[in-house]
């Protein structure tokens, strides 16, 4: 879409993008209270497409920071394309999920994709799975969430990577700077893998690959297409292990040796899928100890600050034993969290609700104290101290 206005002339890929709208716009509904940071008036369309933004891939608090000089360095953001997204519904005076509809959806004959829920949704759409297998249930999205809320079927993303392909309603000079390599990320030790405009970008003996993949915990999916061959494939998962499944089907439906598939994006869901499996498969048989010694073993190694798999991985996991009433599976699975994120505030607040309700109050309370302590604006913990005392 963004691509379409840049062939009209309506949008140039390097103006910085807060001179099509005013600083007044931008800061109320993109950058938030207290942002003093000169730096994003430098980001321009091109940076956000090939997200060197200097944008984290999602804030935390109201409130965006820059964490690098913008068009240095390659940093993946989902905040880039937030930007980008309230920057063109200035241009166009049109929300999202009507611009969408009008310039890709419609056009292309996209009738089941929507950036916003669709009644007609409610009986064609997967459930979500977590990593123990328990369904998650639908999200219906009332806001259109340009890098998360679009809902549509693998045939309708075929049909519109087709279209990429072939550069539908794009000059010749856009449709070339789509799918050339735009940003930094094959010199920072990802050889023959970079980003175009808005797509991921390989290059393998099948010629230049266009790819993404798409990881919303419970819902996982990829896509890889070659332009010149015409040949791809677009696969989507309700499944948290989703991309487990990469290779393998890249392997039937393409074949060949493919880049990707040993950046640094892609290793953690090929290596992981089988030691997570087994893991999640202990704990589900209420082998709560044997499941221990097996993170320690297998997993460890993976989860950390610096590693594939944040503190969301465990906690979960824990969380979903306390919904259980297993408290003494969920304080040891929390425990085993402390440990691989010992300045964590999140995984202490978990970790002292464990112990609360399986009775150790002293504990609980000491763990609270821990968690205000690394986030002062940790309001639950602030709640159960007052609660407790």
């Known amino acids: ?64 920071s820059i964490e690098f000089e913008p068009g240095q360095k390659f940093s993946y953001s ?49 459930y979500r799975h977590d990593m123990m297998g328990e369904c998650r249930g639908l999200k219906r999205h009332t ?27 794009l000059n010749e000079q856009t449709h070339r700077d ?21 797509t991921g970008l390989e290059r393998s003996d099948y010629g230049i690959g266009i790819w993404q993949w798409g990881d919303n915990t419970c819902a996982q999916a990829f896509y890889l297409v070659f ?16 991309l487990a499944l990469v290779k393998d089907i890249v392997d039937m439906a393409i074949g060949g040796e493919h880049p990707i598939m040993a950046c640094g994006i892609m290793q953690p869901y090929l290596k992981l899928s089988k030691p997570i499996s087994a893991f999640i498969q202990r704990i589900n048989n209420g082998k709560y100890g044997e499941a221990g010694d097996f993170f320690k073993r297998h997993l460890r190694e993976h989860v950390g600050p610096a590693c594939a798999y944040n503190e969301t991985l465990l ?8 919904r259980k009433k297993h408290l003494n599976a969920a304080v040891s699975i929390f425990r085993l969290n402390a440990e691989a ?4 505030w999140l995984v202490y607040d978990s970790l002292g609700e464990a112990y609360l309700k399986s009775g150790n109050r002293d504990l609980a309370i000491q763990n609270y104290k821990k968690s205000l302590k690394l986030n002062p604006d940790n309001s639950n913990a602030v709640r159960m101290l007052e609660k407790l005392k």
Not at 51 to 64: A, C, M, Q, V
Not at 315 to 322: M, P
Not at 341 to 344: A, D, I, L, R, T
Request: with cysteine; net charge negative; charged share 25%.
């Open 315 to 322: 906690n979960d996991i824990g969380h979903c034993l306390l």
């Open 78 to 126: 989902a905040e880039a394309f937030y930007y980008l997204q309230t920057i063109m519904e200035r241009i166009s005076d049109q929300q999202l999920a009507e611009l969408m509809r009008r310039e890709i959806f419609e056009p292309l004959g996209l009738t089941k994709s929507s950036y916003v829920w669709q009644p007609e949704f409610e009986d064609n759409a997967a």
């Open 227 to 242: 332009p010149e061959r015409k040949i791809g494939v677009v696969y989507f998962t309700n499944s948290f292990y989703g």
């Open 178 to 198: 789509m799918l050339n390599f735009q940003s930094t990320y094959s010199k920072e030790g990802n050889e023959g893998v970079d980003w175009g405009l808005g």
């Open 1 to 64: 879409m963004v691509a379409k206005f840049v062939s009209r002339g309506e949008l140039d890929l390097d103006r910085p993008l807060i001179e099509y709208a005013s600083e007044d716009y931008v800061k109320k509904k993109f950058l938030g209270p207290g942002f003093d940071d000169d730096r994003y008036k430098k980001i321009t369309a091109r940076m956000a497409l090939n997200h060197s933004t200097g944008f984290p891939n999602l804030r935390e608090g109201d409130t965006i």
């Open 341 to 344: 994120f010992p300045n964590s």
């Open 143 to 169: 806001r259109a969430l340009g890098p998360a809320s679009l809902q549509t079927t693998a045939c309708d993303y075929a049909r519109f990577l087709i279209a990429v392909m072939n550069g539908e309603g």
